[in-house]
């Protein structure tokens, strides 16, 4: 069984086209500004779902895919439940839908090598370069991160590169140029998405009894999405502000 958080249908910013996304229960990161606190915890408040739920979810909302829909798998952390995804996805594969996994790339076994061999693309959610500042952004390092995105490259395997700019934390020039500079050449990298930071979660830690630890800090303007931008677009051709 597979425990699901909650599902949006038609997503338009989890991939291409239009798409089921199924946001599963249970992450290993602590990022500050996470926008689902209430996925973090793998026996939180989840449906337990079977493969054919999910999968007969997906085929009545094929028609809508067209050429380039599908479904993506979102959270929380999709590679915590690998070993019971493994099944859906290669049911979908049978049935000809587009899969992506949304992913922070941290954790790395036999059953996520599956998992993303069997995945269409990988949405890499790569949330700083700087080791420091992404331990103190995510409390967790970014080492497992970097080696996962050099092993798409290595297999052949599509992926986007998403990143939450957050200003004092993320949206840093010096930290911005040393991912552009490591991830240049990458072959298999298709686009990189810039993702606003923003606060649309913050009901939910005040829901939870939690304290949300990015409180002073703004949302970013359009001058400092566009500056970011100009940034990545000196080391990649395809960059895009979600």
Not at 68 to 77: A, C, L, R, Y
């Amino acid at each position: 069984m597979i425990r699901v958080h909650s599902y949006e249908s038609m997503g338009t910013f989890d991939g291409p086209g239009l798409r089921l996304v199924v946001f599963l229960q249970g992450c290993n990161f602590r990022c500050l500004y996470c926008a689902n606190p209430d996925t973090i915890d793998l026996k939180g408040e989840s449906k337990e779902t079977s493969v054919e739920d999910i999968l007969q979810m997906a085929m009545s909302q094929k028609p809508f895919f067209g050429k380039k829909g599908g479904i993506t798998f979102s959270g929380g952390e999709p590679t915590v439940q690998a070993k019971e995804l493994i099944p859906l996805f290669r049911r979908l594969k049978e049935v000809g839908i587009h899969i992506c996994v949304d992913t922070n790339g941290s954790i790395f076994n036999d059953d996520v090598k599956e998992l993303f061999t069997l995945a269409d693309l990988i949405l890499l959610d790569v949330k700083q370069f700087n080791p420091e500042r992404h331990k103190t952004l995510t409390e967790r390092s970014n080492t497992q991160t970097l080696a996962t995105a050099a092993w798409l490259e290595e297999n052949e395997k599509p992926f986007w590169l998403r990143y939450v700019l957050v200003q004092g934390y993320s949206a840093i020039e010096e930290d911005i140029r040393s991912l552009g500079e490591h991830f240049r050449n990458y072959k298999m990298l298709q686009r990189v998405e810039i993702l606003p930071y923003h606060t649309l979660g913050v009901h939910k830690y005040e829901a939870m009894g939690k304290e949300y630890k990015l409180a002073g800090v703004k949302e970013n303007t359009s001058e400092q999405l566009d500056k970011a931008k100009e940034v990545f677009d000196e080391y990649f051709p395809t960059v895009y502000i979600n």
